[in-house]
């Protein structure tokens, strides 16, 4: 640790600065949705349990989405059952969702669960099937090229989307003062499982809870301009012209619309966060620089 971290008067400035953000956002909900290399290198890890730890002592409710794509993967490589892939989103047969659900339900969720308490948390790891929170459906896919006067329905199997979000039971353990880590598994009405993408998981929680923030951690620095600049604040009009000129495309679409879904269904706002940054979390919410792009609807950005 250098002499300038050590110097008292530096604690004392950082800790000025984040006051009003923990008076404003004391008492209110943020949905933070947990994956990319945030989850799987061990010093972001560790930073992830211990803002999520620091978040509750202010007063403010954390309640973590995670994602687990790549620890499927790899359980499945060393099953022999073959990965396979439609428009970005994994084949789930029954033998598949039977991985997805181990990997998911309980290695990741638990291995999350467990760090936040040694950090001095109180976090209590869930699926959406737990009180039957996300009800899902069976997601439609279509695929139509030019040649095809009618578009392809194409089943990728047990892979969802949200129906709707029940918060009785996240709203008790957080005002128990527990930290809910949620699973994307959702279940329909007659049992079935479903595997549902963390993004939408956690926009369509965040919706449901009327939550203050949606942060969404990724592994790029923010939404990128044409020249390649980081965009830090963007109201709701401005990322539906961004879209619509091509600005945002490819991969990063989904996650943008999910971030626009959230603020546009009642979200105060959404952030798209560097998850490669450690304390990446409290750097965007108790500082004035931030670490992503923040999406609102008021002309004038908000922390």
């Known amino acids: 640790m250098s002499e300038q971290a050590r110097d008292p008067r530096l604690v004392v400035e950082v800790l000025s600065e984040a006051l009003p953000y923990i008076q404003r956002f004391s008492g209110k909900t943020v949905v933070v949705k947990y994956g990319g290399n945030a989850m799987t290198e061990d010093a972001l890890i560790d930073s992830f349990a211990r803002d999520m730890v620091l978040m509750k002592e202010v007063g403010i409710n954390p309640v973590v989405v995670h994602g687990g794509g790549p620890q499927i993967g790899e359980l499945l490589e060393k099953l022999n059952i073959e990965s396979r892939f439609v428009g970005g989103m ?12 181990m990997v998911l339900g309980g290695l990741v969720n638990k291995d999350i669960v467990n760090q936040i308490n040694q950090c ?69 009405a007659d049992g079935r499982s479903y595997n549902i993408n963390a993004d939408l998981v956690a926009g369509k929680v965040a919706e449901a809870l009327n939550a203050e923030k949606l942060m969404l951690l990724t592994n790029v620095a923010g939404l990128m301009d044409k020249q390649g600049e980081v965009m830090t604040g963007l109201t709701t009009a401005q990322v539906d012209e961004l879209i619509a000129d091509g600005t945002i495309y490819g991969g990063m679409l989904p996650k943008i619309r999910c971030a626009l879904d959230a603020v546009k269904g009642g979200v105060i706002s959404s952030h798209i966060v560097d998850g490669r940054v450690p304390h990446a979390t409290l750097l965007e919410i108790f500082t004035n620089a931030g670490v992503g792009t923040l999406i609102t609807n008021h002309q004038e950005s908000i922390a």
Do not use: C, N, W
Not at 91 to 101: G, R, Y
Not at 157 to 170: Q, R
């Open 90 to 101: 994994r084949v789930t047969d029954a033998e598949t969702m039977d991985v997805v659900e």
């Open 120 to 188: 001095g948390g109180k976090a209590i790891g869930l699926t959406g099937k737990d009180g039957s929170q996300i009800r899902a459906r069976k997601l439609k896919v279509e695929h139509q090229s030019p040649e095809m006067t009618a578009p392809e329905i194409i089943d990728i199997g047990h892979v969802g989307e949200v129906e709707h979000v029940s918060t009785d039971l996240i709203e008790m353990l957080t005002a128990r003062d527990f930290i809910p880590v949620i699973a994307p598994i959702g279940v329909d």
